[in-house]
């Protein structure tokens, strides 16, 4: 085998078989689809998961319901809508999970006899 002085070229052996570059990059490729699956997917806007009935109103920036519903138990919703988004959730304490963009919200602290309304984003 003559060499024009590519490494990667240079690896590949007289047999033709893969070089060690080529089973590299196929190693690499393998386990960047493994991470791939493996990270969560961050919704851009409101998601919320339930452990029971609790209803669910968010209105967009222009003052249109774009979201109105009884959530029921092991149910996952996800919202988005032109910011600021107002939302207003009844029975709170139903509230598996709250995010917004990623980020934890505890929609708990935000209740009035268990009822919230607060506005998405939160202001610090």
Not at 64 to 82: C, E, L, M
Not at 92 to 98: K, L
Request: charged share 20%; with cysteine; hydrophobic share 40%.
């Amino acid at each position: 085998m003559i060499s024009d002085g590519n490494p990667i070229e240079d690896s590949v052996g007289e047999s033709g078989s893969p070089s060690v570059a080529e089973a590299v990059e196929e190693t690499v490729e393998e386990v960047v689809e493994e991470i791939v699956e493996i990270l969560p997917i961050i919704f851009d806007g409101l998601d919320m998961s339930f452990t029971n009935e609790c209803w669910v109103q968010v209105r967009d920036s222009s003052g249109k319901t774009i979201y109105s519903a009884v959530a029921n138990r092991g149910d996952q919703v996800q919202i988005a809508g032109s910011e600021p988004l107002s939302v207003i959730v009844g029975r709170v304490d139903a509230v598996a999970s709250a995010l917004y963009k990623g980020t934890i919200i505890d929609v708990s602290s935000l209740t009035n006899t268990n009822v919230a309304r607060f506005t998405l984003p939160l202001n610090p």
